[in-house]
């Protein structure tokens, strides 16, 4: 059964290469990327929403709910779990995962970082975990591209364009902002800009953004209503609030890096398990 599959996927692939010309083929790919990649960010907020739901649905919104001192821990618990005895790979952060990708494996990402970090993530948010979506479900377009690409024997410049559209992809389908997924490849993943790749990129950026407003609504994840119209004066105080916005994310880069140094120390999981919890629940 698989040789036989293999065999004719092996025919589709020289079909391909004989029938449609290198340039036209990544365009179809971009787009089928930047749909995957909408589908995996959809996938991700239905899981967390209904985790979430399920888990709190009888909860007093002014009572204590002393179970959120408990979800965040049982969350890392289960997910440490699925990491260790499932994946049994480390799933890394993800960002830092695809510049690994792209810098030392020619642009390959392991299969299972299609799955693993969805399901990984969404149980750690879902149980009220404090980490964020869009690394996880970045690293899960970024893997459906290479693993899309590496699938026809693409080379190795071609793959790591396509690692580039499934994370323009799924930053613009879990925001509805295709720009913001554009940039982010461009400024994160060094993408270089010329019009070969920007075509590609925009075509998944694009797609992901539709594809999220076709199926959730038009409505936009961050609302905000402009009273008054700009005006230069507030300049200075713009200037101001991107320094503190980096201040914040320098501070938060930092601490992380610091606490996975602190953590690495100790080889039981178990331990990390537990001082982690304590540490969260303490926080909460």
């Not at 967390?48 to 909860?59: G, K, P, R, S």
């Not at 799924?170 to 997924?181: E, L, R, S």
């Not at 996975?260 to 178990?270: G, I, L, Q, T």
Request: with cysteine.
């Amino acid at each position: 059964m698989d040789n036989s599959f293999r065999g004719l996927w092996q025919r589709f692939v020289t079909w391909r290469e004989h029938k449609i010309s290198e340039k036209n083929f990544i365009l179809a790919l971009s787009f089928v990327i930047g749909l995957l990649s909408a589908v995996a960010a959809l996938v991700l907020k239905f899981l967390i929403h209904h985790i979430q739901n399920f888990l709190t649905d009888n909860f007093n919104a002014t009572g204590a709910n002393w179970p959120y001192l408990v979800y965040p821990v049982v969350g890392i618990f289960l997910a440490g779990c699925f990491v260790r005895y499932i994946v049994k790979d480390d799933i890394s952060h993800g960002v830092t995962k695809i510049l690994y990708a792209i810098s030392r494996r020619q642009g390959r990402i392991k299969r299972h970082n299609m799955l693993s970090s969805i399901v990984a993530s969404s149980i750690t948010i879902g149980f009220g975990g404090s980490v964020g979506a869009e690394a996880p479900i970045v690293l899960t377009g970024s893997a459906i591209g290479s693993n899309l690409g590496n699938a026809f024997k693409l080379e190795r410049r071609t793959l790591m364009l396509l690692v580039g559209c499934g994370a323009a992809g799924a930053v613009a389908g879990i925001f509805k902002a295709p720009i913001a997924g554009l940039v982010f490849t461009i400024e994160v993943l060094m993408i270089d800009l010329t019009m070969t790749s920007l075509l590609p990129l925009l075509i998944s950026s694009v797609t992901a953004a539709t594809f999220s407003y076709v199926m959730t609504g038009q409505e936009a994840m961050f609302k905000f209503h402009l009273d008054q119209p700009f005006e230069l004066e507030r300049i200075p105080y713009v200037i101001l609030l991107g320094i503190v916005c980096g201040g914040v994310s320098f501070y938060v880069t930092r601490s992380m890096n610091a606490l996975e140094k602190f953590f690495s120390r100790f080889a039981n999981p178990y331990k990390k398990l537990l001082l982690g919890g304590i540490m969260l629940s303490l926080l909460i």
